[in-house]
């Protein structure tokens, strides 16, 4: 990591869990943080950071990402870190849901938060990045979700792998424009949002342990970053299997009513 030393990078979704950690991480190698959540400068945990830190290394900035227009924020976060050098979308929610729980706000919510909120982020970053000339990392944390729709959890897993469609779509023409695009797709993690499954979680590991193995994707060119191996084999075989062997498996996953 020692020639990342000194570059720049935007965490939007970087107040708890994964980002959080990952911030702290990233400064410890030297980057310099802008960490944007809605409520980052009322982030305690933020805020502490910011103390341990020299205060010129993390800025914290507001952002909610399912507002109409992010342009100002992204102007912002580049002018608080003078370039940016990463962008890193961390921001994800996830309501689990069966069909008598459906309900348009939580699908809304995370379509907004899972999908739409980087699509219209890359759109201000990407206009930018071609007024600088500056080349770009922009890294995606999107989820092994995103291999196979699982039972109650569509309305997370499905914006997820529209991202992950996007991502694949994108990535060679942004080649071309000097902006390097990866993808994280990563298993269970203990934050807010798995506190909410009611179901054994294989592989769960905590935000530390997770953001250790997402550093160093900061300085590899590999597209796709999965862990852990276990739960990546499982779903990525869910995926590759004939769809209705892959349904057979996954309707057993049902709760008895
Ligand atoms: N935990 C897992 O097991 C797991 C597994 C696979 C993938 N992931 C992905 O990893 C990422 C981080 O997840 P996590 O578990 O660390 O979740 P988390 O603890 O809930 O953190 C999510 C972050 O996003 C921010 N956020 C939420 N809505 C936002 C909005 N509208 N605008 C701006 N920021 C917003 C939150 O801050 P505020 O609430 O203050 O805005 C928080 O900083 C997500 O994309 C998630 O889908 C997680």
């Not at 910011?50 to 507002?67: I, R």
């Not at 907004?112 to 980087?118: I, M, P, R, T």
């Not at 995103?146 to 469609?165: C, Q, R, T, V």
Request: aromatic share 10%; net charge positive.
């Amino acid at each position: 990591m020692e020639q990342k030393q000194n570059s720049t990078v935007w965490i939007v979704g970087a107040s708890q869990g994964i980002g959080l950690a990952l911030s702290r991480q990233l400064l410890q190698n030297g980057f310099t943080v802008v960490a944007s959540s809605r409520k980052a400068t009322r982030s305690s945990e933020l805020v502490q950071l910011q103390q341990q830190f020299n205060s010129g290394k993390l800025h914290l900035l507001d952002c909610d990402v399912s507002e109409e227009n992010l342009q100002s924020y992204c102007q912002q976060a580049w002018e608080l870190a003078e370039g940016l050098d990463y962008w890193f979308y961390n921001v994800g929610v996830y309501q689990p849901m069966s069909v008598s729980e459906w309900d348009w706000n939580s699908f809304n919510l995370m379509n907004q938060s899972n999908y739409l909120g980087a699509v219209k982020l890359m759109i201000a970053l990407q206009r930018l990045q071609a007024q600088h000339d500056k080349p770009m990392h922009w890294i995606w944390n999107i989820s092994l979700a995103a291999d196979f729709g699982l039972p109650y959890g569509g309305g997370y897993s499905a914006p997820k792998a529209a991202l992950l469609n996007l991502a694949e779509s994108i990535a060679p023409e942004l080649a071309r424009q000097r902006i390097k695009l990866q993808v994280i797709n990563h298993g269970f993690v203990k934050t807010r949002l798995t506190a909410k499954n009611r179901f054994p979680m294989p592989g769960l590991m905590e935000p530390d342990e997770a953001a250790r193995k997402i550093v160093p994707l900061f300085g590899q060119n590999r597209f796709e970053l999965r862990f852990p191996w276990t739960l990546s084999i499982i779903l990525g075989t869910l995926k590759r299997l004939p769809k209705s062997w892959s349904l057979y498996i996954s309707k057993r996953m049902l709760k008895d009513d």
